[in-house]
């Protein structure tokens, strides 16, 4: 009787955690990073599990002084996506950017203005549950590689000059790596920042920064967020995903990265089939690698688009 009601109760906090972890919560405060949490902070959340308002874009391009359109339009499975396109004169190809969890396009908006000032159209994305687009879950790349193929044939039907290049943060990256693999999406180039390599490793690393063994509860996280979302957690492998990314890629990942680890990044790197190039940054963790060292930065990724566009006929006036 002791084992059943055990197992019957570490399955309900698995079953809460998975949702607190996919859903978004309007306006409540947000739990701290792991990192952060005091012991006592870290015995409420292993209790009751963590809180994530809805992520709002707080920002505009309009911040930067740079000219935006918000642009609108619909995925396959019916949902309204939310982003911001800039467009230069004659620009020389096209970026579309995806961010990362609990995250908005906000949050990417130095990048998009240096692809802007390297002369690229570019379309910061709201993924489904973010900023200004339909929903309040998130699948962690699962689902949003819809959004990623909906952005695609929305800036193909714009007419943006190519070369199409996508750029994707953690989950935007393992959402690229998915609609490239599960949807047949085609970009001519991917920028891979920080990605996971498994979503069963991801939730480990998770609890490995809380202090506490994942065993069995990243088992049991990922089954019953499988269930809540409608897929198998442990199928969900950008590694896996990566093989069938035949286009010319960058990846980038921080030496000190903890929660998406730097072997992981590697093993992504050593399964994609096209050119490819991998960047390591020394004493970055899991952050914004333009912020963690803006030189190196924006360095390797010009060359990448220097590459890109060798050759490329830009139109005229």
């Known amino acids: 009787m002791v084992l059943t009601v055990s197992f019957l109760g570490l399955n309900l906090l698995a079953y809460q955690h998975a949702r607190a972890m996919l859903t978004f919560q309007g306006e409540a405060e947000r739990t701290p990073s792991p990192q952060s949490l005091t012991?006592?902070?870290?015995?409420?959340?292993?209790?009751?599990?963590?809180?994530?308002p809805r992520p709002k874009n707080m920002r505009s391009p309009q911040d930067l002084g740079l000219v935006s359109e918000t642009v609108r339009y619909s995925t396959a499975d019916g949902l309204n996506?939310?982003?911001c396109l800039i467009v230069p004169p004659r620009p020389r190809g096209t970026v579309i950017l995806f961010h990362g969890y609990t995250a908005s396009r906000a949050t990417l908006l130095e990048q998009g203005q240096f692809f802007h000032e390297q002369g690229f159209a570019t379309l910061l994305v709201d993924f489904r549950g973010s900023g200004g687009s339909d929903g309040s879950t998130t699948s962690l790349g699962y689902?949003?590689?819809?959004?990623v193929d909906a952005s695609v044939r929305y800036a193909r039907s714009r007419e943006l000059p190519g070369p199409l290049i996508l750029y994707g943060f953690s989950m935007g990256?393992?959402?690229?790596?998915r609609s490239i693999a599960a949807l047949d999406t085609r970009p001519d180039a991917v920028i891979l920042e920080s990605v996971f390599a498994r979503m069963l490793g991801a939730v480990r690393n998770r609890f490995d920064l809380m202090g506490v063994p994942s065993f069995p509860?990243?088992?049991l996280m990922l089954f019953w967020g499988g269930v809540q979302v409608g897929f198998s957690g442990f199928d969900h492998n950008p590694v896996e995903y990566s093989s069938a990314c035949r286009c010319?890629?960058?990846v980038l990942h921080?030496?000190?990265?903890?929660?998406?680890?730097?072997e992981e990044g590697r093993a992504i790197y050593e399964h994609l089939t096209g050119s490819k190039e991998m960047v390591v940054f020394a004493g970055a963790g899991?952050?914004?690698?333009?912020a963690a060292d803006p030189k190196q930065w924006t360095t390797v990724v010009s060359q990448f688009l220097v590459k890109q566009t060798e050759g490329v006929t830009q139109p005229g006036p």
């Open 39 to 52: 012991f006592g902070q870290k015995v409420n959340v292993l209790a009751r599990g963590v809180t994530i």
């Open 81 to 83: 996506l939310e982003g």
């Open 143 to 147: 689902h949003e590689a819809q959004d």
């Open 173 to 177: 990256g393992t959402a690229i790596l």
């Open 217 to 219: 509860a990243a088992e």
């Open 248 to 250: 010319a890629a960058l």
């Open 254 to 262: 921080g030496a000190e990265d903890r929660n998406a680890k730097p």
């Open 286 to 290: 899991h952050t914004s690698l333009y």
